[in-house]
């Protein structure tokens, strides 16, 4: 979900390329109205991004019960990592023989919840970058709405493929033919953020919505690794991403605010920045007070205090870095869904060790000289550790949650 620090540069064009947009556009003002489950769009504007098979997933239902939380966005579909145009969880697992997401699926329906899915990400070779044209990349994504039956999907378009032309044009074209075909469909579309709204990448591709006559339930930019201070630097962002879906579509700001959403890393980001829960409250008071579409964050994998306390540590896939109850941030999601959450502290599952947490580890330590591949596994300092490539002497823990290096927990 790491956004690019693109380049900036100007606003947008201004015009509108029809005449015949206007009128799509203020019927699209008002969102969707999915209602999977019994719920209205506002829980899935409101879902926070969830892996289900990595970075130790938390029990959906316990979050549930703590929070009052009743959606999820969960993370991410791409094209199989040896090529090809069938959806997969993370490169690795095709959608056509999962039971494994389809559970925790179920888990959450019998709790009166549901989940929106999120295709592309941070990294990874996505869909749009694979498949023929649009039609071919609709289909792909067709076959995940239709085995887990799907009222909203997020397009998130990060590097590399928003840097490619045709595969932006591929999933832009893909969103628009699965919002005709599939009637009340939420579709977001969540993109980097920068200080000006979003960078040259993000601008073009709003520019291909346009040209394409697609307008989703949103447009959401993420305003952090691109050295944001807090709150304030964060609604500037999305003040200037206003004037920038203003430019480029031809909208008031009220109507850009109605398609505009924010996404935010909860703790502390890849780049070293910290986000605590008084900046999601002054971010969530912005949302609101200006009727924005969508306040959603990454992610609920990351929503726990790291044991022992890490503040001011190394970004974790796994925990915040800063200090917390348990699923303090998803508290803020349930308050945008216009849901009141408990006021007390709520119970907390046992969160990820930092290092030197103990336990007895299965995988073989991680040496400096070894060569590591894709898959393969090592433990280190307490933890187990995933190849995402190849490496040599890269430290687990020392690369970020984008590195080479994916963190499964304590062991």
């Given at each position: ?228 201070s807090g709150a304030a630097a964060q609604t500037g962002a999305l003040t ?172």
């Amino acid at each position: 979900m790491k956004p690019l620090r693109a380049l900036l540069c100007g606003a947008a064009s201004a015009a509108l390329a029809a005449a015949g947009l206007t009128s799509f556009v203020a019927g699209q003002a008002s969102g969707a109205t999915a209602d999977a489950a019994g719920l209205g769009s506002r829980w899935y504007a409101a879902a926070p991004y969830l892996m289900p098979l990595d970075n130790d997933p938390p029990n959906a239902p316990a979050i549930m019960d703590a929070t009052g939380l009743k959606a999820f966005q969960l993370a991410f579909v791409l094209a199989p990592d040896g090529g090809g145009c069938s959806p997969t969880w993370g490169g690795t697992a095709p959608v056509s023989s999962d039971t494994a997401v389809a559970g925790v699926i179920s888990s959450i329906r019998a709790k009166g919840g549901d989940v929106s899915v999120s295709v592309g990400g941070y990294g990874g070779t996505k869909l749009g970058q694979n498949c023929a044209d649009a039609n071919a990349t609709a289909a792909a994504y067709q076959q995940v709405i239709t085995k887990y039956g799907l009222k909203a999907i997020d397009f998130d378009l990060e590097e590399p493929e928003y840097e490619n032309t045709a595969a932006i044009s591929h999933e832009i074209g893909a969103a628009k033919i699965l919002q005709q075909n599939n009637p009340g469909l939420y579709v977001s579309v969540t993109t980097a953020g920068t200080a000006d709204g979003t960078g040259w990448f993000g601008k073009q591709m709003l520019s291909e919505a346009k040209s394409q006559g697609f307008v989703p339930d949103n447009f959401s930019i993420m305003p952090f690794d691109g050295g944001f201070s807090g709150a304030a630097a964060q609604t500037g962002a999305l003040t200037n991403f206003n004037s920038v879906l203003q430019s480029t579509f031809g909208w008031s700001a009220a109507t850009a605010y109605a398609h505009e959403g924010f996404s935010g890393m909860n703790g502390r980001s890849d780049s070293g920045e910290f986000f605590s829960q008084a900046d999601f409250q002054t971010v969530l008071d912005y949302a609101t007070s200006h009727n924005m579409a969508r306040f959603t964050f990454w992610s609920l994998n990351r929503d726990r205090q790291c044991t022992p306390p890490d503040n001011n540590g190394r970004t974790s896939g796994t925990c915040s870095s800063v200090p917390q109850a348990a699923w303090d941030f998803a508290k803020y999601s349930v308050k945008f869904a216009g849901a009141t959450p408990p006021d007390s502290p709520p119970p907390s599952s046992p969160p990820p060790s930092s290092p030197g947490g103990g336990g007895t580890c299965a995988a073989a330590a991680w040496t400096s000289g070894a060569v590591y591949t894709q898959g393969n596994e090592v433990s280190h300092n307490g933890h187990t550790w995933k190849a995402k490539w190849w490496t040599q002497n890269e430290e687990p823990g020392t690369t970020g949650e984008w590195g080479v290096w994916q963190d499964e927990g304590a062991c």
